[in-house]
């Protein structure tokens, strides 16, 4: 069973930073990509980066993000260690939301959700 | 970037009836190698993470009830329950995962 634990969600001020972690069980985590997803309090679904499965390579793995976290949030994954994470600078309180860690769909069209973790950003 | 939009953005509909949901993207989400959609529909509770409704625009995940159906292909897409029951209540959103971005909908508010 897939199973996807997000952790590191936290009040932080602005301009603070925060890590966020997902750690991976249930299916061969190198060989997913992976992605966060966020939800503001009473917004709608936000996609918020994606990092390729890196597979075998070691130097490089594609990443993408959301326009309004480019140049401030970093997706990266351990894949020794089945964990994914996303480094969170120079946080703005429209940053403030549930955090979702989701398994890419891998070919099968069907994508795996975590149950999320709570960041806050207020002085 | 590839842009979703609902229609719309909520509905109140009676129990036992149809509640139709549209969902378009910007561009074609169809890839002609394999013939498929790469569209997906969530359900979404206060509470709880998005469940997975429909994946591939019109392939029901394992679990879903039947009054649940998606199709479209292309750039326009619908989820219908063709008979509303009480716990459907919540808010539905389109996904597009055609490229590495997977834009959402804005969502739709489903009511009785």
Not at chain 2, 98 to 111: I, P, V
Request: hydrophobic fraction near 30%; charge should be negative.
């Amino acid at each position: 069973e897939v199973q996807l634990v997000e952790s590191g969600g936290d009040l932080v001020q602005p301009g603070g930073s925060l890590r966020l972690s997902c750690a991976a069980s249930g299916f061969t985590f190198s060989n997913y990509a992976m992605s966060w997803v966020r939800q503001a309090p009473g917004k709608g679904l936000e996609w918020v980066s994606l990092i390729g499965s890196g597979g075998s390579s070691i130097f490089y793995t594609d990443t993408f993000y959301a326009d309004s976290v480019e140049g401030r949030f970093t997706i990266s994954r351990d894949n020794s260690k089945n964990t994914l994470f996303l480094q969170m600078d120079s946080l703005r309180a429209e940053d403030t939301a549930l955090y979702y860690c989701v398994k890419d769909h891998g070919g099968s069209g069907r994508m795996n959700w975590g149950q999320g973790t709570l960041v806050t950003v207020s002085s | 970037d590839i842009v979703m939009t609902q229609s719309p953005d909520s509905l109140a509909v009676s129990l036992g009836e149809r509640a139709t949901i549209n969902c378009r993207s910007s561009q074609s989400v169809l890839y002609n190698s394999n013939n498929k959609n790469y569209l997906a529909w969530y359900q979404h509770k206060p509470g709880q993470p998005p469940k997975l409704l429909i994946y591939w625009a019109s392939t029901r995940e394992s679990g879903v009830p039947d009054r649940f159906s998606g199709s479209g292909s292309g750039t326009d897409f619908t989820l219908t329950i063709s008979s509303l029951q009480a716990e459907d209540v919540a808010v539905y959103y389109c996904q597009q995962y055609y490229n590495s971005r997977h834009a959402f909908g804005q969502g739709t508010k489903l009511e009785i």
